[in-house]
């Protein structure tokens, strides 16, 4: 295991010996490849392509690949991640797209209210090879210096609104002076415009945020209500899918030029295991069979949106999308829109 404090004091000493050509003899028998994520093994749905990943270059490609991988923000928090990557501190990195929409903007089509539906159940539109994932990843390299092994096949099942027993949100006017938790952009713009007041809360502190008062809601994924147990305190959710996230395998296009073919060769095998298992593990076998069940266990009521209420969702939320495609450029914008909806662009 690596010490974080030593890591990040000398792994820029560790790849400046690799470049002086310094003995390689083992590395290239297998080469470590240090990798991270910030989820901890407790958010199962989420964390289970990620294992997985690695466990596919463990048990196949252990003669290529020396992997030193790190969970739960143990090398690396959150915010770090990216940083790291972009130094060269870090090999891959796993990262929910929500959480980087800010700086990697691209992203945030897999995110936009009034288009996650359409991504999430159709999830052949970001499978790898598909238009819609390669023109992300023509951005992320352009702009960003960045490519994308994968984001697990799909989005994930989208954030609902989850209220308390004390301030409902039964449905869109009860948002009108709510506090409620929000983690992406575009989920902001959304709540924002019903009238309730966006609050950004990490989740390992949104338990007593909903307990005292301090939101009266939150969106997110159900992965995060079972991960940090808030249907203890949550009583309602109302299945409006406001936004949406995936999890992504990123790389810097620099550091993946560079690598010995029969590494990424094992990258890419084990990119193609997450592509296929990742998001569909979640979606069917974690939410459908367990984690929902759950919710009905404790309680929680679910209330499900009749279609004038998402069409008025979707119509309110117009100028989110809007102004993300005035953030990444009109025609990479709406083409990027359009291949989310299943249209030709």
Excluded at 103 to 121: D, F, K, Q, R, T
Excluded at 253 to 259: F, I, N, P, S
């Amino acid at each position: 295991m690596i010490d974080r404090r030593k890591f990040l004091t000398y792994s820029g000493a560790l790849a400046a010996g690799s470049t002086l050509g310094l003995p390689l003899s083992r590395a290239r028998a297998a080469e470590t490849v240090t990798g991270v994520t910030y989820l901890p093994p407790s958010y199962k749905a989420l964390t289970a392509g990620s294992a997985g990943f690695v466990e596919q270059l463990e048990k196949n490609h252990s003669d290529v690949v020396d992997i030193d991988f790190h969970d739960s923000g143990r090398l690396l928090s959150a915010d770090e991640q990216l940083p790291a990557l972009r130094a060269g501190n870090i090999d891959f990195m796993f990262h929910t797209t929500s959480y980087v929409t800010r700086s990697l903007p691209i992203l945030g089509v897999l995110g936009l209210p009034g288009v996650v539906n359409a991504l999430y159940e159709n999830p052949d539109r970001l499978k790898r090879g598909s238009p819609l994932f390669e023109l992300i990843n023509e951005q992320l390299e352009s702009e960003h210096g960045l490519y994308m092994l994968s984001v697990g096949g799909n989005i994930l099942q989208p954030e609902y609104i989850w209220s308390t027993e004390s301030d409902p949100v039964r449905n869109l006017d009860d948002l009108d002076g709510k506090k409620v938790r929000v983690v992406g952009y575009e989920a902001t713009g959304a709540i924002e415009a019903f009238g309730g007041a966006s609050v950004r809360i990490p989740s390992s502190e949104l338990y007593l945020a909903l307990q005292r008062g301090t939101v009266d809601a939150a969106v997110c994924n159900i992965s995060t209500v079972v991960g940090r147990s808030l249907q203890e305190q949550v009583t309602q959710v109302l299945r409006v899918p406001v936004t949406a996230f995936g999890i992504g395998i990123f790389v810097t296009t620099e550091h993946w030029a560079q690598m010995p073919d029969d590494v990424k060769e094992a990258m890419t095998s084990a990119a193609e295991w997450f592509d296929e298992n990742s998001a569909r593990m979640a979606n069917e076998d974690y939410y459908g069979d367990e984690y929902w069940p759950m919710m009905d266990e404790a309680g929680v009521e679910v209330i499900e949106p009749d279609q004038e209420t998402l069409d008025r969702f979707a119509e309110v939320s117009t100028e989110v999308r809007n102004e993300w495609v005035g953030e990444v450029g009109q025609e990479v914008g709406e083409r990027a829109i359009a291949l989310a909806e299943g249209e030709d662009a």
